[in-house]
């Protein structure tokens, strides 16, 4: 069975960090472009960042540009989002999502406050 489970998410400060990890099962990760998406309260789904299936390659929405950072680990089978320096608007369920199959986990919650 194919499986995509996010854990890493909670409640943090604006400025603090949090990590958020993806962890696949029953497919050959290492074939998988991966990515991070986000829906915030009211929001659409929207998409945060990507990772080639060799990690050699990455793209950010710009609004989160040089505070998050993805990764991935393919003896793992886990791809990572680092979030740095949090903002309020960061709050959202984020979720990963496979690709070309368009697999996707079930979330998790980050949210932003003081």
């Known amino acids: 069975q194919v499986q995509l489970v996010e854990s890493g998410g909670g409640w943090v400060q604006p400025g603090g960090s949090l990590r958020l990890s993806c962890a696949a099962s029953g497919l050959t990760f290492r074939r998988y472009i991966m990515s991070w998406y986000r829906q915030g309260p009211g929001k659409e789904r929207e998409l945060v960042a990507t990772i080639t299936n060799t990690g050699d390659t990455s793209y950010y929405v710009d609004s989160v540009k040089g505070r998050f950072t993805i990764s991935r680990d393919n003896a793992m089978s886990t791809v990572y989002l680092q979030m740095n320096n949090l903002k309020p608007e960061d709050t959202a369920i984020y979720y990963c999502?496979?690709?070309?199959?368009?697999?996707w986990g079930q979330g998790t919650q980050v949210t932003v406050s003081s």
């Open positions: 999502n496979a690709r070309p199959n368009d697999l």
